[in-house]
């Protein structure tokens, strides 16, 4: 695909939507000034229905007025009626001032709308050009915000925040070099994620990935071994990428949303993430499978990392979308209770053989239970050798129903697998709320 033109709004829909399918709405409505500054409509996107609107900088800079708000509103009412996905592609710089506290009164109605479509039915934001004050409040409420490189992405203008830092800092999710690749990426999430929150996830023809899963690998590797071959859509790759990775894709054919760790200790940034891909699963009843590998908790920003840590907690735990969790290393202390533990989240636990699993890691517990042999002078080597083989073993801890299945890294995509299998109509009851506090 060619590249677009950034003036181009009805263009961009086009190119989104499939040939021949997009659908104008509003297409004669005028402002006070004239032309409205956004393209609406509707279509489908491969093969799904979709309402999406974009933003005119080639009239009037995009300014947003009362009549674009009336416009997109009438866009967010109709996916509300129906149960479709929102697209959004956010190009403008301001409001449009000479419309007074009129336009501030409909831009709240459109932070409204937003919000309550929020987990009903899925909302993707393409940040094209400049997205400034409350409209990136609006893009931001979005599930996943996907956006150009030279994009502008901030609140509080001017700003010299780039798009490229608000992706490493986890504000936009997927980065892409131009709107093209923007378009295929939003075509990708459109197929993966299920209309509304009633409907089932899609079912797509699949086939088995290149590869195994082995031991001492990266989590990326280990969520390419499991997932369907050249399914995978990495969400917030940029942010706390070096401590978790996250990501859509297919298992079998079927949308499972992962959560990966990469061995380090669990810190607020990962929990965050961890956290984010949650509740989007949760949000459509897309099953979770958690890879598990972290020696704990780091040691620092204390306050900050309870609080991270607390609503990764939450999130876990109120998840009621199937959940399945595969300790693929190290599963210490908290890392094991938060992310693999029977009690507060996984319905079903896999551990590979060689996995370890202890309320502390082998020095601390070494110190702790073998003290008196440490001190008759046997080696601390071989000491937390011995316990990692006993009592941090994956069949000591399946031993007492702490986990549900062991396997060799070979044998993960078999076993997930099966897991999803047995888990596909779960139904869990929750007691009547309105949300969870923390």
């Keep these: 695909m060619s590249e677009l033109k950034d003036s181009n709004a009805l263009a961009r829909l086009e190119a989104l939507f499939d040939d021949g399918s997009f659908t104008q709405i509003d297409a004669f409505a005028k402002s006070a000034s004239g032309e409205v500054e956004v393209v609406a409509g509707f279509g489908t996107v491969n093969g799904c229905a979709v309402y ?32 479709c996905p929102v697209i959004s ?4 710089n301001g409001v449009k001032l000479s419309e007074g506290f ?10 409204k709308k937003s919000t309550s479509l929020s987990g009903v039915c899925p909302q993707i934001a393409v940040i094209a050009g400049a997205c400034v004050g ?30 490229e830092q608000s992706f490493e800092e986890g504000t936009v999710d997927i980065l892409c ?39 001492d690998t990266d989590a990326i590797s280990i969520i390419n071994a499991i997932a369907d071959n050249s399914s995978v859509v990495e969400i917030k790759g940029g942010y706390a990428a070096s401590n978790c990775k996250t990501a859509l894709a297919t298992v079998m054919g079927t949308t499972v949303g992962f959560v990966a760790f990469e061995g380090n200790a669990l810190c607020p940034a990962c929990s965050y993430k961890a956290e984010a891909m949650i509740k989007l699963c949760d949000a459509y009843s897309v099953p979770v499978v958690t890879l598990v590998n972290s020696d704990g ?10 609080v991270a840590l607390t609503k990764l907690t939450s999130a876990y735990a109120t998840a009621t979308c199937p959940k399945i969790s595969v300790i693929t290393q190290k599963a210490i202390g908290c890392a094991y209770i938060i992310l693999a533990g029977k009690g507060a ?26 003290n008196d042999r440490l001190a008759a002078g046997e080696d ?26 062991i396997c060799t890294p070979a044998e993960t995509r078999e076993r997930v697998i099966s897991a999803l299998d047995i888990l596909s109509g779960k139904r869990e009851t929750t007691l009547p709320r309105k949300h969870s506090v923390k």
């Design 52 to 83: 999406a609107f974009s933003q005119d900088i080639t009239v009037d800079d995009g300014a947003v007025s009362v009549a674009q708000c009336a416009k997109i509103k009438k866009i967010y009412d109709l996916a509300a009626k129906t149960g």
């Design 89 to 92: 592609v956010f190009d403008s």
């Design 102 to 111: 009129e336009v501030l009164n409909s831009y709240g109605e459109l932070v």
């Design 134 to 163: 409350t409209s990136a409040l609006i893009a931001n409420m979005a599930d996943v915000v996907v956006a150009v490189k030279d994009a502008d992405f901030y609140v509080s203008a001017p700003s010299g925040v780039t798009a």
């Design 177 to 215: 070099d131009d709107f093209s690749g923007a378009v295929e990426t939003v075509k990708n999430l459109v197929s993966l994620l299920p209309s509304n929150n009633l409907s089932p996830a899609p079912i797509f023809d699949f086939s088995a990935p290149q590869t195994v899963c082995q031991e």
């Design 297 to 306: 908790i780091i040691d620092e920003k204390e306050n900050q990392t309870l």
């Design 345 to 370: 989240n996984a319905d079903l636990t896999i551990a590979w053989d060689s996995a370890v699993v202890s309320p502390l890691n082998a020095d601390s517990a070494v110190a702790f239970l073998f």
């Design 380 to 405: 601390r080597k071989a000491l937390e050798a011995e316990y990692i083989d006993t009592i941090a073993s994956p069949f000591t801890a399946a031993a007492c129903g702490a986990i549900d299945d």
